[in-house]
């Protein structure tokens, strides 16, 4: 590869936005797959769910009583109380036998099944009950409302309602809707497959003992995590040294098997930046090489043989950046999500002063705090890109525009949810 | 099992923070495991991680440029540029050989190790470089403060820092510390085993065909979601008929082999509430069986050889909130955390009026909202007990004291994050 091409470091910064959408174009959803329920738990839904019945899906007791016809009990007080015949009780699960006529009434259970006939439940410890001759009966001393206790056919959900839409993580909730609905196996996108390929010949495996020069490799397993949070399937290619045949031999082997392809390292100007050269190599059409923001300037993205290959900075703090702003939307995108979820940029108070003078856009990694009614975002510490420790407790970033003095405490500021 | 005991339903209703208090006192923090940090993802730590070395653990470049003497360049300007003698090259990841002296600098890359004698980095642009017969210089035409684009030993992290602690979920920055510190494999604390029975005779499988009288298990999956959303595990013990004596000899042969047992339903008042008589049973000792609170009073409490036995009311609202109240805050003690984390409760303003009176605290699912720097909290809809769909989209419960008149929209109220 040739170390000497007059362009090698020119770079046409974009906006973020911009840079986002060229990305957005090249990624579609991915294909579906039925899985059971269970194993549904944090699948995304690939397909609406419309009601396939209404909800209660019969007449259902809110209480333990009696099912009753209101109007017999219309004139009953205490000084009158009305007795009716008990023909039946109807535990839940067991369908009524005899429908109510005048004067009857029939024992049900909480969540049991109306007998036709009434429309009322009378709740238990508003009867009392006796036996007479070669019946039961229960006595009532006043008049109740028409329909209490009682949830109509499709009171919680008519039938055919929109209930989950296609995008959908599933959840607790989702999981009970489906379940009620009937579905013991649901549609799902398939998890996007992503590949890691960290790059640089200062990197040991994480066994390692230490050793001059040298640091462990921290950003295959942050980025594996990161994967993993956005429901994705992290692909450990391993770590390569500083040598771009051998690198792009790796990227050529594993980007079949894979949805997209991360790298991590090598993206800036040095003699030994491994992935500048890779992406000048034949066959990589370049998408975009810098960015007007910090920290994560330098991450890259391309196309080979159809499939993204995304460029990350080795700087921990600037691969945490770059994988939120591209990647994670990327993913949302592969898993028929919208790339930003809504809600996602919020306004909040700036936890405290913060006196940089920017040139760029800058993500501040930084926490979310709600206190009494507002929202306030502090910096988790230090905003250097090579910084780890700050991506511990991180659950936002704040977006702080080109500054020519900083800003105070309390300041209004845009953030943006991981 | 005795139907006719005269104080069956006779139920004395605590306050939350009392039944929490109680149930809490039969959990400790379960056992610890190594895991390859690859599987580490979601885990909880169960140590304390100290910084092993200092991060960096060498002086290292921010920059490529030149490894120089700050107190050579002292004099340098435009019209005095000083020119160094290289005497080394120094990729990332390789020890440098030559310490520098005087009138000497060598070309390092970004990540290098910086050289003996060296203690600040010229970056690249800075500098112009010539060949001169057996040797190359460098040079530089102004002074750069001593020690810039130096990252000194432990600048980031120094050796013996308490990194993470016990307790901790393992996301993508703790996966990265607990890489860059050499931890191939961590400690974590066991997942709970969670065990679910579902009780009542109106329950159908998800996979059959509706019928008269019944509904299907929706509980089950909606709390095995809620246990993996807590890192537990979730063991489904199917469900049962309204038969005490099958429900305690499942439960018999189950709790042995799980940490904790969920219950959904038979814990109301009716002839044939299962749970009620289970819990009467002998070898069972009851923690409490009514909390002060809507939904979810009949929420139940017990120990059984040694075990807790939570039994969650069968309506699916009431289920998620007895979940989220008790169930919850039990498994994070199990996992090494916190019953409630730091935060877990805020004030927000309520998104909108709220009508109904209480003689009781309630829980009400909703949904967060950010909003210009303000919080408001807006319930997902109807909070019926019996209601599954406003379980969809909840991020929190508002509670509502007991109020003798409706709150108004803005009014501050207390949420609780699910």
Redesign the interface.
């Known amino acids: 590869m040739d170390h000497n091409q007059p362009d090698r470091f020119r770079r046409h910064a974009l906006q973020p936005e911009e840079a986002q959408r060229i990305l957005f174009e090249y990624i579609s959803p991915l294909p579906d797959e039925a899985v059971p329920?269970?194993d549904a738990?944090?699948r995304t839904l690939s397909q609406d769910i419309n009601a396939p019945?209404p909800?209660?899906?019969?007449r259902r007791s809110?209480m333990?009583g009696f099912a009753v016809r209101a109007q017999d009990l219309l004139e009953a007080s205490p000084q009158m109380p009305i007795s009716l015949d008990i023909i039946e009780?109807?535990?839940?699960?067991?369908?009524?036998t005899r429908a109510i006529g005048p004067g009857q009434a029939s024992?049900i259970?909480?969540?049991?099944?109306l007998p036709d006939g009434s429309d009322t439940v009378v709740m238990?410890e508003m009867t009392t009950t006796a036996e007479r001759e070669e019946h039961s009966i229960v006595t009532i001393s006043r008049s109740v409302p028409k329909g209490i206790n009682v949830?109509d056919i499709g009171c919680?959900?008519e039938q055919g309602t929109h209930?989950?839409h296609a995008g959908q993580r599933?959840?607790?909730?989702?999981?009970?809707?489906?379940?009620?609905?009937?579905?013991?196996e649901v549609r799902v996108t398939r998890r996007p497959r992503v590949a890691i390929l960290s790059t640089?010949?200062?990197?040991l495996?994480?066994?390692?003992?230490?050793a001059?020069?040298?640091?462990?490799?921290?950003?295959?397993?942050?980025?594996?995590?990161?994967i993993?949070?956005c429901g994705a399937e992290p692909v450990?290619l391993g770590q390569v040294?500083?040598d771009a045949v051998k690198a792009r031999s790796i990227i050529d082997e594993s980007i079949g098997t894979c949805d997209i392809l991360l790298t991590s390292g090598g993206v800036?100007?040095?003699?030994?930046d491994v992935m500048v050269d890779v992406l000048a190599s034949p066959g990589v059409e370049l998408l975009f090489n810098k960015i007007a923001m910090r920290p994560g300037s330098p991450t890259t993205a391309a196309t080979l043989r159809g499939k993204l290959l995304v460029a990350l900075s080795?700087n921990?703090g600037a691969c945490?950046v770059g994988f939120h702003l591209f990647v994670a939307p990327a993913l949302r995108k592969m898993l028929s999500q919208q790339p930003f979820t809504a809600?996602q940029s919020?306004?909040?108070?700036l936890g405290k002063d913060f006196a940089k003078v920017n040139a760029y856009r800058r993500y501040i990694r930084a926490r979310t705090?709600?206190?009494?009614?507002?929202?306030w975002v502090t910096p988790t510490g230090d905003d250097k890109s090579?910084?780890?420790?700050?991506?511990?407790?991180?659950d936002c970033l704040i977006e702080i525009p080109p500054l020519k003095e900083g800003l105070a405490k309390g300041h209004?500021v845009t953030a943006w949810k991981l």
Chains 1, 2 share one sequence.
């Open positions: 329920l269970a738990w944090g019945h909800f209660p899906p019969f809110g333990d009780s109807i535990p839940s699960g067991v369908a009524p024992r259970m909480t969540g049991g099944m238990l949830a919680e959900i209930l989950l599933i959840g607790a909730g989702e999981s009970a809707l489906l379940a009620a609905c009937g579905y013991a640089g010949s200062e990197l495996e994480i066994h390692e003992p230490l001059p020069a040298k640091i462990r490799n921290s950003n295959a397993p942050m980025l594996a995590a990161l993993k949070d450990l040294p500083d800036s100007v040095g003699d030994y080795g921990p945490f809600n919020f306004k909040a108070h705090e709600l206190k009494d009614g507002t929202v090579s910084l780890m420790k700050t991506i511990v407790g991180a209004l």
